[in-house]
């Protein structure tokens, strides 16, 4: 299971979307077909900038089909859909510790299925 800690760098949101794209070129000339990104929840207690500036590009991406989907850390359960998915896609992420915790501060994105 690759990882991106983009959270890390401490980031503006147009920053955070450089380091998603690279990312995401990097993963997908490897053949990786998801990857999880740390964004932090934010330091408020009520969501950051970065994670949902991240997640309304991934909107973007998904819509322009630049990628298959994403799931946002809250819905990274065995009874979401897209996380069965992304489980059968890739068998490591199964020993995710954050799956399944409702993590507000990760997001699994999905390059192919």
Do not use: C
Request: charge should be positive; glycine fraction near 10%; proline fraction near 2%.
């Amino acid at each position: 299971m690759e990882v991106a800690n983009i959270e890390k760098y401490m980031p503006t949101v147009y920053q955070a979307e450089i380091l998603v794209k690279n990312n995401l070129e990097t993963y997908r000339r490897q053949g990786i077909k998801a990857f999880k990104i740390i964004h932090g929840y934010g330091s408020t207690g009520k969501g950051g900038a970065l994670r949902t500036g991240i997640r309304h590009y991934l909107d973007q991406l998904k819509g322009a089909k630049i990628i298959a989907d994403y799931v946002p850390g809250e819905e990274w359960s065995a009874f979401n859909e897209t996380t069965r998915k992304v489980l059968d896609l890739d068998n490591s992420f199964r020993k995710d510790s954050d799956l399944g915790q409702m993590n507000s501060g990760i997001t699994i994105i999905v390059i192919s299925w």
